[in-house]
């Protein structure tokens, strides 16, 4: 199983829509969550990270279940400017003696919002 | 800032060549990471360096890759020799040192990326 699971898409829906994403993360020490978006052959950039008790910027909200193991995020109103590639990613404790931490990422979710 | 910086953009080149990628984090940043990223396999962490030393590198596919980091403001990754199955996008991604656990403390940020094609 991957560590960080995303249904791939992709989802087409038109400009005003609602839109949810799911992703499920399988390391219980993960301590924290984001959404990344990434556009067409550019780098990815942070959308907004997850708290525990959601979150939300504007039209995006976010939302952890700790117990599911899973995060979602949800687009309300899209628009135009939303297509894009949406990823999860989890950063994780690692198992070295260092405490170090290192992202894990979810292959993405494909959004499409038509006119 | 002007943000994490990569060269070259774009790179062609023949198979069995060397290829060395580059990259410059943001200042303060204690933390780097190598991705590549394909259609199939999307973002996968290749190595990541915490104050200039490996601290994970299984992920670099085998010893033809291989990934320096002689300062805080400097990386390089190379491949020798180049193979057509290393064509991909590789970022160069940097972030500060979890602190308090803070959240923004681990956002990652990106360069644009080097887009490698081996012919």
Redesign the interface.
């Known amino acids: 199983r991957k560590e960080v699971e995303q249904d791939p898409g992709p989802f087409n829906v038109p400009e005003g829509a609602t839109v949810a994403f799911n992703c499920t993360y399988s390391n219980s020490a993960s301590q924290s969550f984001f959404w990344y978006r990434q556009d067409c052959r550019k780098e990815p950039k942070l959308l907004m990270s997850v708290y525990s008790s959601g979150n939300e910027d504007g039209r995006f909200t976010a939302q952890l279940n700790r117990a599911s193991q899973y995060i979602s995020l949800l687009i309300r109103d899209s628009k135009l400017s939303d297509s894009a590639t949406y990823l999860c990613v989890v950063n994780i404790l690692t198992t070295d003696a260092g405490n170090n931490r290192k992202l894990i990422w979810g292959l993405g979710t494909s959004l499409a919002v038509n006119p | 800032d002007a943000g994490v910086i990569q060269s070259p953009r774009h790179e062609v080149t023949e198979m069995g060549q060397e290829v060395t990628l580059r990259c410059k984090p943001i200042s303060g940043h204690d933390y780097l990471?190598w991705y590549r990223q394909t259609m199939m396999?999307?973002?996968e962490?290749l190595i990541?360096f915490?104050n200039n030393v490996p601290?994970?590198d299984s992920g670099m596919p085998e010893d033809r890759f291989s990934a320096k980091m002689p300062n805080a403001s400097f990386s390089t990754l190379k491949i020798q020799p180049s193979e057509p199955r290393d064509s991909a996008v590789y970022?160069c991604a940097s972030s500060l040192v979890?602190t308090t656990?803070g959240?923004?403390d681990?956002?990652?940020f990106?360069?644009?990326?080097t887009r490698l094609t081996v012919v």
């Open positions: 990471f396999r999307g973002l962490l990541y915490n601290i994970d970022f979890p656990g959240w923004r681990t956002e990652a990106f360069g644009q990326g």
